[in-house]
């Protein structure tokens, strides 16, 4: 069997491949570690659960490895309960963020470690460890010891040892989360291609928005043990369900203000620095309701307003260089701050202490409840 092929028939088309129904954990019988989870997974999908610790995402990873029991609820793969199915009879591989290679073995005797503690004949388990060797990139490399190898290159014999069985699933717990940050960007990309080139299905565990961004098809992102958003990156980003998920994914300005209109499914706002502005409406809201309005800072431009833009008027409080834009840090009327992300200028941009007048458009900026409420 190629590495690219899997043990587990396909589910007919408009099945789930895997499915959490009404998944709940806890611990001490009062708090909730996931709550009333449903979700579903398709066949060779890559998806993130995202969150910050303490969100969820690590236990439900854990119940669907089996490393965990779950108080209620079910999982399902392919249409078959795993309730019963112990961790080592249920052909998933598993990268977590310490590698957990046997330090006395060699690269090709960790890799192959599955293989021979399966029993596969010689000749198959040479074709397959050479397959996943070039796979990984760590052809040559075969009698060193992870002792001997970077953090980059244990992490690719931790992902070869995880696909070379030819998995139902592959299951990644923050594996990425001990590497430098251009390590790891180059490692999210060789993920990516691997799972595409091999078409496996990916659960990826993590607490950082730019790797679920980059790596992922769909993200589900946790917070206090339920999923508030299970969406695909672009969606996440431009059309967050809730203050949490505007916050948590990627850098949002908060303007607090109150409600003075509704039409529609948009209102008229009026911060506490005395602007009025106009936002999408998430969820509900009524005159005189208090809610957050979330802007991008690579939405809000400085100078001349366009026509029907938002418009507020700041001082320019610090300008700091990031190489391929500016971050003009802002200061408004009620000493709120607002941040404008802008291209590099040939000047050095607006003058610490200048006055300016900030604007964006009402399409691109929303306005939730004060407590985050969800659409």
């Not at 977590?96 to 470690?113: C, D, G, K, R, S």
């Not at 941040?339 to 607006?350: E, F, R, S, T, V």
Request: glycine fraction near 10%; aromatic fraction near 6%; charge should be neutral.
């Amino acid at each position: 069997m190629a590495l690219a092929e899997h043990a587990t028939a396909a589910p007919a088309p408009g099945e789930a491949y895997v499915e959490f129904r009404k998944l709940s954990k806890t611990y001490d019988g009062k708090h909730l570690a996931v709550a009333n989870l449903s979700c579903t997974i398709g066949k060779g999908e890559f998806l993130t659960f995202l969150g910050p610790s303490g969100s969820g995402k690590t236990t439900a990873l854990m119940i669907l490895a089996g490393f965990e029991a779950a108080t209620s609820g079910d999982v399902l793969l392919n249409g078959r309960t795993l309730a019963h199915r112990p961790p080592h009879q249920r052909n998933m591989g598993v990268v977590f963020q310490n590698y957990a290679l046997f330090p006395h073995m060699t690269v090709a005797e960790n890799i192959a470690f599955p293989l021979t503690v399966r029993g596969t004949p010689p000749a198959d388990l040479r074709m397959r460890l050479a397959r996943a060797l070039e796979l990984v990139q760590l052809s040559g490399f075969e009698e060193r010891r992870p002792a001997e190898l970077s953090g980059g290159q244990q992490q690719r014999v931790a992902l070869a040892r995880a696909l070379i069985f030819n998995p139902d699933l592959v299951l990644m717990d923050e594996p990425l989360g001990a590497l430098d940050k251009q390590l790891r960007e180059a490692l999210q990309l060789e993920i990516k291609q691997i799972q595409a080139e091999l078409g496996v299905t990916v659960v990826y565990v993590t607490h950082d928005q730019s790797e679920a961004l980059t790596m992922s098809d769909r993200i589900a992102v946790f917070d206090r043990g339920t999923i508030q958003q299970l969406a695909t990156p672009r969606e996440l980003y431009e059309q967050p369900a809730s203050a949490f998920v505007a916050q948590f994914v990627g850098q949002n300005n908060r303007l607090a203000g109150v409600i003075i209109s509704v039409e529609g499914a948009r209102c008229r706002v009026r911060t506490s620095a005395g602007s009025l502005l106009n936002a999408r409406l998430v969820g509900s809201g009524a005159c005189g309701d208090a809610v957050t309005v979330v802007v991008r800072p690579e939405r809000v431009t400085l100078g001349a307003p366009r026509d029907g833009a938002n418009k507020v008027d700041a001082r320019v409080q610090d300008v700091i260089y990031h190489g391929d834009h500016l971050r003009i840090h802002l200061v408004l009327a009620d000493g709120g701050m607002l941040i404008a992300k802008a291209d590099q200028l040939p000047a050095a941009g607006p003058s610490q202490g200048a006055g300016v007048t900030a604007s964006w458009l009402p399409d691109d900026c929303r306005a939730f409840a004060a407590a985050g409420a969800r659409a």
